[in-house]
């Protein structure tokens, strides 16, 4: 099954066209955001991978930001360990989602969660903010 999803941001002005593939076994998300953040455009591809549990597997980002390039990749293997551009990343394990800030789609794991209505639950998420997106850049 496929969906394409077309938004504007709130926080960050931006317009974000998101395709959605879902099979039996796996969902990928790929999408593209164009944005103004201080009067410089930016453009945010990204790439979310997920397993039949709608657990993240895999998380691909290339960013631009006025002449700022950036790439990061987050993958987590089976056994839960997270990396962070190919180096084993600690702090990341026992987290299962990811919350993209320029985006809506990864606020919330709802699929895999499974909420009832009015209920709670603590989840473990990896948070990129939008300046993890460009490393380097300072405010």
Not at 113 to 127: D, M, P, T
């Amino acid at each position: 099954m496929q969906t394409n999803i077309l938004w504007t941001g709130r926080e960050y002005y931006s317009l974000e066209n998101c395709l959605v593939e879902t099979w039996s076994d796996a969902t990928r998300v790929t999408s593209t955001i164009i944005g103004s953040y201080q009067d410089v455009i930016y453009k945010v591809d990204y790439r979310v991978e997920t397993n039949e549990k709608f657990e993240t597997t895999l998380v691909k980002i290339n960013g631009q930001y006025d002449n700022l390039l950036q790439a990061v990749e987050l993958h987590r293997e089976r056994n839960g360990r997270w990396y962070l551009n190919g180096l084993e990343s600690e702090q990341f394990n026992g987290c299962t989602d990811i919350d993209i800030a320029l985006t809506p789609f990864t606020n919330t794991p709802i699929r895999r969660l499974r909420f009832a209505v009015g209920s709670k639950q603590e989840i473990k998420v990896i948070y990129v903010p939008f300046a993890v997106v460009f490393v380097g850049y300072r405010e």
